[in-house]
């Protein structure tokens, strides 16, 4: 019996995980996307730590090699789309917490 490439297996994880995070966001009540928005922040800054590291990567005896320039491209890459996801989190979340503040009614 043949095994699964490796490749497709991951993809068809990624794909899945696709699948069950569109149904999951879309599933939750409008009181529980601001929560929801702050969790995702906080992971996103768990997310930019580890882009970082990968972007901050040597080889061995501090050489170039082509495995580390990719991950050097690949951390910086993440790291700015990181920082895009958590600052547009914050930005949205804002808006959000600013609807729910009472109006000033004019007297």
Known sequence: MDAVDPTVFRL???VLAIF???YVVWSVTPAL????MAVTNAI????IV????AAAASGADGELTRNVLISKGAGAVAAGFAAVNI?????VTQRMLAMYKKKDRPK
């Open 20 to 22: 069950v995070g569109y």
């Open 33 to 36: 996307h601001t929560p929801l």
């Open 87 to 91: 600052f547009g989190g914050f930005l």
């Open 12 to 14: 068809a994880i990624f």
């Open 50 to 53: 580890g882009a970082l590291l």
């Open 44 to 47: 996103s800054s768990v997310i």
